[in-house]
């Protein structure tokens, strides 16, 4: 056989021999605004009193006023993680012991389990099968007098279906929030992700699309909320008092506060923000054009009036058109390819499945969380988190998709035609796996 024709998995060459280059958007931009925070020796300038340093100093109030205006929100509320932004948006919007929220099994595993923090239960709703965020039926047929809110998340940079949620939400009295960590600048309907909920919140952490080590910013239209997001942030219990605060449900606060450097950086990455998501979408546009030639792999496209902002590409695979197993397959493919460039060890960066669905972390399926005693869990013996609970997403994960993010803002076109070239190969020569 030529050799060439041969997979690397089997000996032969692989399709490519160098490394894929790392994703870093942090440049001279960013440096120079954090040594000018150093040098000012104001690396935070919070309070936790009632006083003119209680929302912190000209940065974080820089980026908040910043971030307001990219993304047409009223109030944004700069904290020290996404987590930080969803323990804080539940508890301003009053949740409390036993309180149920609608959450996904289809994310990072805060997503679904920030309504521990303040003893409320979250209860798993499916995904849709093609676009993987919340489907709107399965979220009703979850909502109980107990629900307090539904839970969001623009799962892969995708906006859910906020136009059903909402009514959802409205017909229930319900509060809506959106995780928009992985989703910014995606659109949906003309309004941005982060924004189509009551609250809203992205993440800057430093595998996403833009960062400053850690952080977060939540946002919201409503000015009652996003003042008890404030408080919360920032030790609400030893305000209220000064400030006059009368309703305490949950001021119970916590320091989730951003840092002067921090936010120094976080304001020019969101300057880089919309040429970095440009990038992203024009690669995913040549990578998927390539990809779904193969005729086992599809992209669930998007909603009608959304646009995707690309966090991983996630992608169909169908077992039974390849005649091989999906995990077999993106084997062959990652033995073609080489690691990306500072993470050599994580290997090939393309995953079989995503997460595993949520309800099979063990305190979900001990039923411990707070104590040792089963709180909150113990408040609601009728919530099932047994495996089965949410077919479409167990079978995405087990056998229907797979993502990566070798479409990165770093990526050249010959990087990029790497990666399909890889999978092409793969196809061709299947019936040898
Ligand atoms: C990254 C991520 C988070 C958590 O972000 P941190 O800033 O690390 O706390 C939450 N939700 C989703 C969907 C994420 O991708």
Known sequence: MNAKK????????????????RYNPIGAEEKDAAVRVVESGVLSQFMGSWCDGFNGGPEVRSLEQEWLTQFGSRHAVAVNSASSALVCALGAAGVGPGDEVIVTPFSMCISATAPLFWGAIPVFADVEPRHFCLDPDSVESKVTPRTRAILAVDIFGHPCDFVRLRQIADRHGLLLIED?????????????????????????????HIHCGEGGVAVSDDDS???RMRLIRNHAEAVAGPKGETNLVNLVGHNM????????????????????VEKRRENCARTVDRLTRIPAISFGGLRPGASHSFYLLPLLFDAQEAGCPRDRFLEAVKA?????????????????????PIYMLPIFQQRIALGKNGFPFSLAPQVDYSPGICPVVEDLHSNGIFCHDLMHAAMSAQDLDDVCTAFDKVWELRRHL
């Open 336 to 356: 073609e390819l080489r690691p990306t460039q500072g993470r050599e060890k994580e290997g090939v960066k393309l995953y079989g499945g995503y997460v595993k």
């Open 180 to 208: 928009a960590s992985q989703a910014p600048l995606a659109h949906l309907n003309g309004k941005r992700a982060g924004t189509l909920g009551d609250i809203g919140v992205f993440s800057l952490n430093c595998h996403k």
């Open 257 to 276: 506060r951003m840092t002067e450097i921090e936010a120094a950086i976080a304001r020019e990455q969101l300057k880089k923000l919309p040429g970095l």
């Open 6 to 21: 041969q997979l690397a998995l089997f000996g032969g060459p692989p399709v490519r021999d160098r490394l894929f280059p």
């Open 225 to 227: 909320l996003a003042e």
